[in-house]
């Protein structure tokens, strides 16, 4: 079968620099890719099956193709694909976006590379190149040159420019590779020198960015590779414009087969934001923090309301729609764009944001510390949180057709209200000391009253309930209980009888507006392992943990949702979520560095 006919799947790597981002399959064919930014226009929209034209994506394909091998470059976000032939040919593909530090700024251009090199016999191969526009309903004009041709994308003109031949890309003719070639896709500017020398160039240099960032991240002894990637794929999906963190790359790959639960992911949620700057904080990347810092602050009001996301861009609405020219993954659509979950109450993003703030008061290592008028700003959004932390809501899971008085939600406002008190305490502000620290042990025993079900002898997920979900495991945590506390140990121990089938979780088993959930959440293992490691049972943590770090596809990245029995990723892709929980896991199971031989 030839590559470019192959189903899709999640069996793909994720390429990029923080202004640009592209998924490349096993075959090294970008199917995913969108300009000029992460919630652009997917001119690579291979992957969600265009309905009125074909193409949306770029293949490297190799005539008589009988295998194909990729792996990362190790510790970079740079990836090498070996195609081979029946005949003992084998072509060698790096792909890479750009991205290093020169004239003190990060040069990170909407570009992406790639470099293709013959490594034995005569391999013969054809490039297609054929980026769609408008999500896959327009097949852009096309003019050439010399040596490049230009893309008429609607408000963003890409130019490929290439040392082979231009007629053997325009016209996708098949040629024999005797020599590198090097492509370079990127704005409407000509190069200033030969690309053969530009593309060299960008390889190194963008070698040595990666390795140079991966060389000061504080990684835990075990499963370093697995922490790295996490790590390295944590920061692709920072958006270095502005500051903002997206939730994943793609929009609408459905959450199980045959599901319309798909959404488009490619905005900057406060929650998950939160979770990766926490986590890449604990390997020592807190420029990530500094930068989603600057992105909070563009998007603040004075009076402290949040909405739950927002665009990349500081955009506030968000308004979804279903586009009628893709298919959707394996043709399961609806694929949709924008997200309406933007005009939801979720009270939980106000202890995000401080939670997310937190670390700038006490870590000075950083640039600017916190001090007295940054925490002045955070005080709105305590003020919020104190008010909301007891009023309905749409939950952490954003369900579409009810509210309830969320446990999460009144924790995580808690939470705003404790981390306040303490940061008070750090700044010697004796009046906000006493404010913060009263306002959080009354929620505190309000919610403790009303989230602990007596009966039932475990916390549940909304006051005065009876259900269990995953979020749960986060009490202890968030320094809501102490993880020895009978309480939190009968929760953990429920939610592994309610919520776990074989090695993962649901977020939670009762019907929603779509249904019952069918795929297992992927975060909510993750954070089930930290909590049996919280509460003493180590070694079955660990245990699960290798289990679920086997069930990553062949580059070690996930997606948000896996197959309870086949293990098949099912959701947006990459997830932050799901990374975010690897790291936290990993750092928590990990032997010392004192182990080591």
């Known amino acids: 079968m030839s590559p470019t006919a192959l189903p899709s799947s999640l069996e793909l790597g994720l390429i990029g620099n923080c ?5 490349v399959d096993q075959h090294a064919r970008i199917v995913w890719g969108c300009v000029p930014a992460f919630d652009g ?5 291979g992957l969600l099956s265009p309905r009125e034209h074909e193409g949306g994506d770029w293949s490297i394909e190799l005539e008589g193709f009988v295998s194909a091998e990729q792996a990362y470059i190790p ?10 032939d029946a005949n003992g040919g084998a072509v060698e593909i790096v792909d890479f976006a750009p991205r290093w530090h020169q004239n003190d700024r990060f040069y990170r251009p909407v ?31 096309t003019t050439w040159g010399s040596n490049h041709i230009r893309y008429l994308i609607p408000e963003f003109t890409l130019r490929m420019t290439s040392d082979v031949p231009v007629r053997l890309v325009r016209d996708s003719l098949p040629f024999v590779l ?28 963008t ?35 502005t500051g903002a963190i997206v939730a994943a790359m793609t929009t609408s790959i459905p959450e199980a087969a ?66 009628e020219s893709l298919a959707g993954y394996r043709g399961m659509g609806p694929v949709r764009r924008g997200n309406l979950a933007w005009l939801q109450k979720q009270h939980d993003v106000y202890g995000s944001v401080v ?85 959080a042990d009354e929620m505190h025993a309000r919610i403790v009253a009303h989230a602990y079900n007596e009966e039932l002898g475990h916390f549940v997920e909304s006051l005065d309930g009876n259900r269990l979900d995953a979020s749960l495991l986060l009490l202890a945590d968030l320094g809501f209980v102490k993880p020895d506390d009978p309480r939190f140990v009968r929760t953990v121990e429920a939610i592994g009888k309610g919520l776990k089938r074989g090695d993962a979780l649901f977020r939670y088993v009762m019907p929603d507006d779509f249904g019952a959930p069918e795929t297992s959440f992927t975060i909510c293992t993750f954070w089930y392992i930290d909590a049996l490691a919280s509460i003493g049972r180590h070694e079955e943590a660990r245990s699960l943990f290798e289990r679920i770090l086997a069930r990553r596809n062949h580059l070690g990245l996930l997606s948000e949702d896996l197959e309870f029995d086949g293990g098949e990723a099912w959701g947006n892709f990459p997830q932050t979520y799901s990374h975010v929980g690897l790291i936290n896991a990993a750092m928590r199971l990990s032997r010392p560095w004192q182990d080591a031989a």
């Not at 510790?75 to 081979?84: E, F, G, I, K, S």
């Not at 925490?375 to 104190?386: D, N």
């Open 41 to 45: 226009d997917p001119v690579f929209c």
């Open 258 to 323: 045959n599901t319309v639960r798909n959404w488009d992911y490619r905005f900057c949620w406060l929650r998950d934001s939160a979770f990766v700057v926490r986590a890449l904080n604990r390997l020592g990347a807190t420029r990530t923090m500094e930068e989603y810092l600057r992105y909070l602050a563009n998007i603040a009001s004075d009076d402290g309301e949040l909405q739950p996301l927002y665009g990349i861009g500081y955009e506030r609405q968000l308004a979804e729609s279903e586009v």
């Open 207 to 241: 070698l040595n960015y990666w390795r140079s960032w991966v060389r000061n991240l504080s990684i835990p002894l075990e499963w370093q590779e697995a922490v790295i990637r996490s790590a390295i794929t944590l920061k692709l999906c920072q958006y270095d414009e």
């Open 111 to 141: 570009m992406l590379m790639r470099r293709l090199r013959p490594l034995s016999g005569t391999p013969r191969i054809r490039v297609h190149l054929r980026p769609l526009a408008e999500y896959g309903s327009v097949k852009p004009e």
């Open 75 to 84: 510790n970079t976000a740079m990836l090498r694909t070996v195609l081979r």
């Open 355 to 439: 939670l997310a703030s937190t670390q700038l008061f006490f870590d000075t290592r950083l640039a600017r510390v916190g001090d007295a008028s940054i925490f002045a700003r955070l005080e709105p959004v305590g003020e919020a949180a104190y008010a909301l932390h007891d009023k309905p809501d749409a939950g952490l899971w954003e369900f579409r057709g009810r509210e309830e008085v969320h446990t999460y939600s009144s924790v995580m406002c808690w939470a705003a209200c404790d981390r306040l008190a303490r940061i008070a305490v750090h700044l010697k502000l004796a009046p906000q000391v006493q404010l913060w620290r009263q306002r």
């Open 178 to 205: 005797d020599r590198d070639a090097h492509f370079v896709l990127g704005p409407d500017e000509t190069l200033t020198q030969s690309v053969s020398g530009f593309v060299r160039m960008a390889e190194e240099q």
């Open 19 to 23: 202004s640009i981002a592209a998924l």
